[in-house]
């Protein structure tokens, strides 16, 4: 069963802000003592680097770090644990495979297919590869809402010249979930590949990788209850192990000799140079593990009542724009109207509730939704219809006034 | 120096009425558009200057109403001035916000945003448009 009052329990930062509405785990999320102590134990019980001493603690450390593929393969749903590389985050995944992959493969006039949805860690990289690669960046056009268009989408594959297809799983403003399935059994069909931003819809959905058919996925451990610094790529085994790893160094080579000749090890070790953030990940273990026990199921379950709880409460206000009133998952964006969304931000920070302004990275979105900045609420499994409560109560009777009151 | 009362009055007028708002369509007018990375107020600012003397401030873009209206109080407090006694106003804002010793006399209205020091998160806003209107200044040829 879900039991709000028990997870709460789970997380100290609300002992420490107990009057704090937290708004914006689309930013990144609140985490698990088991996480803290998680990090912390590495730091008092067994620290040692990986994969290099010959003592016990190493070997600790080791296992649990190795382990950390086989939790992570279970919360997504894949078999093969050597498809799991960790990076410093979503980011760095999208740009592994951007750089280990696109730059390699993708020639002039080839196509990479996005949409305006798009986190700036999800264009950025790829305005890059299109100037060096001369490949054309093409955007699928969405629906008037914002949401995904299958028709338009295949009209964009069938000029044949798709190589990739880049987009979230959830857009970070509008939270829309993206039929991956289905766009990535089109993509095939046309012999282009799918790799998917999960930075938002891997915290919240129940994601199986095979059954998507997705041949990357991008996430990050610090959305999804983990520590900062830790990301994941998954990628299908046999594309991984054609394309050459970014950064070469320690633990990701076999051997070498002074003529430059390298044997790197095997994916996913050969992504892995350098010691490795590993007190983070062994936190993300439990992150994992945390997750599976509550259930993502669950935790959808629970996304979803009190994401319609928050548009039902917030719908009811005249002097409020919802922007995405079909959100799919657990954020809303919105804008009082007459006040600035950052002017919004402060006062309802004023008022011990923490949420986003501005466009959220998302800097392209306006020509989706018209404007540019929004405040956005997102929740997590540890918040309540009394936050929701707190933020109704707040907009209802704000006033330019009273937001100009706050920062004086 | 200002009670809470009258620094909403000066604030709320200036984001309501911007004053100096609105470009010149004049090329003798220089510009720079100042779009800080980690904010989402996007402006433009412009400025005639002529014998030494600021003869035109304008600025124009979207944000809140911090940035319009210190940018707006500060393109009063410049405009007529020599480019040295616009840029000591200016240095006496920075001092405010920076919560050190400074000539209230001299900064006028802008003496509304005397705790704006206390909002860490909004310094940004009060010094984009004051940042703009000193770049244009300083890099100024005649």
Redesign the interface.
Known sequence: MFDLSKIKKDFPFYKNNEDLVYLDSAATSLKTESVIDAVNEYYTEYTANIHRGDYDNSFIASKLYDETRNVVSELIGNDNPKQIIFTSGATASINTVAYCYALNNLKKGDVILLTYLEHASNILPWFNVAKKTGAVIEYIPLNDDGTFNLDNYKKCLESGKVKIVTLPYVSNVLGYINPIKDICHLAHEYKALVHVDGAQGVPHLSVNVKELDCDFLSFSSHKMLGPSGVGVLYGKYELLDKMEPLFMGGGANARFNKEGEIILKETPEKYEAGTPNIEGILGFKKACEYLIEVGMGNIYKHDQELLQYAKDRLKTLDNITIYNPNSECSIIAFNVKGIFAQDVGSYLNSLNIAVRTGNHCAKILHNVIGVNETVRASFYLYNGKEDVDALYDALKDITLEKCIGAIL | MFD?NL??TI??EH?KNPHNYGLKDDERYHLVHNASES????IKVQMLIEDDIIKDARFEG?????CFASTSIMTDLIIGKTKQEALDIINEYYKMIDEKEYDEDILEEANAFD??SK?A??IK?GTIGIHALEDLIRNYEQ
């Open positions: 809470d620094k909403r604030l709320l984001y904010c989402i107020d996007d979207v944000g809140c109403t911090i705790t704006l909002q998160n909004r806003c």
